[in-house]
């Protein structure tokens, strides 16, 4: 019978599809580390020729944990949140970065 140790199994665990420059650990926000940057979506691309990245949005700053989400209680009154969220599309793309909870990206299928 033959035992394997702990760091023999990890490493039978690893995923495939893994970027040489960022490390993928459980519960990790997968789709930061692959649409941060530009050069994290020309590094998809690179690895899925079949994609192209078209757009990154970062959304919801303040209404949507102010609104409780997906829950049925909401700590920001429904005449506040047609403000609030103009108030987030001028803040710039550099802080949504820093505060935003969702993101939104657009990927395009290209035929080769």
């Known amino acids: 019978m033959s035992v394997k140790r702990h760091s023999q199994v990890q490493e039978q665990q690893k995923p495939d ?3 040489e420059s960022c490390t993928i650990v459980k519960d990790s926000r997968l789709d930061v580390i692959l649409f941060t ?5 020309r590094r998809v691309e690179t690895v899925i020729p079949a994609l192209r990245v078209r757009s990154v949005e970062w959304l919801s700053l ?3 944990p ?6 049925k209680w909401s700590l920001m009154p429904a005449a506040l949140v047609g403000p609030v969220l103009s108030l987030e599309e001028k803040i710039p793309e550099t802080v949504r970065r820093l505060i935003a909870f969702r993101m939104m990206v657009v990927l395009e299928r290209v035929k080769p």
């Open 62 to 64: 303040f209404a949507y």
């Open 37 to 41: 940057t530009p050069a994290a979506c």
């Open 17 to 19: 599809f893994i970027f």
């Open 66 to 71: 102010l609104s409780g989400g997906f829950q």
